[in-house]
């Protein structure tokens, strides 16, 4: 698995539209990849993993509600091997990560908290993890569902370049609108990230 994957295969996609020649993979690729990045951009995440630990640098807030620092994070659900150090170098620890239950429900925690426990720190903090999804976990699984469905969209706008299909003799015509496929928004909802700042 990589960061921000084509999140279904050509095989994959030509299976769900019932293609069994080879004459389309050249826009069969192409469309999996575009409807791969508007799955990153509809749900505000991506569903890839780094393949190895990887460091990435944010900075905290402090959040009066919470009487701590929160340090806003890409999504990680694997936390093994996990460090984060501030920008003199200096190891802080004593942090827990939100939301509270995220892994239990199958989620990547968003945001460590650094609250009394925590050792104290200077300046932004430096965060080594294995950045994304559990390639078994149900994002990965529900992205390649909302795929399948706009890929066929844009499989049927190829044969309808006026963004029309059907006929309008037996009251089967249907405009194709520049949208994302319902259905597609609907499988993907729960998915979708909000951004948050204290």
């Not at 919470?66 to 460090?83: F, M, Y």
């Not at 559990?134 to 399948?148: E, I, N, Q, R, Y």
Request: proline share 6%; net charge negative; glycine share 8%.
């Amino acid at each position: 698995m990589t960061w921000a994957p084509d999140y279904a295969t050509p095989a994959e996609l030509k299976s769900y539209l019932r293609i069994d020649d080879a004459a389309d993979d050249v826009f069969i690729a192409l469309w999996i990849t575009t409807v791969s990045r508007n799955i990153d951009d509809h749900t505000s995440r991506q569903f890839g993993q780094v393949a190895a630990l990887e460091a990435r640098t944010y900075t905290p807030v402090y959040d009066r509600h919470l009487c701590a620092h929160v340090l806003v994070v890409d999504d990680v659900q694997d936390v093994t091997g996990l460090t984060v150090v501030d920008e003199d170098g200096t190891t802080v620890t004593g942090h827990t990560y939100g939301p509270v239950n995220a892994v239990k429900k199958g989620r990547p925690y968003e945001r460590l908290i650094f609250g009394s426990d925590a050792t104290s720190f200077t300046g932004d903090l430096t965060v080594t993890a294995l950045w994304g999804w559990d390639p078994a976990s149900v994002g990965p699984t529900v992205a390649k569902t909302g795929l399948m469905l706009q890929g066929a969209r844009l499989a049927a706008r190829r044969d309808s370049p006026f963004g029309i299909s059907g006929s309008p003799q037996e009251q089967g015509e249907l405009r194709l609108l520049a949208q994302l496929d319902p259905d597609f928004r609907t499988s993907l909802k729960p998915l979708r990230r909000k951004w948050w700042a204290a």
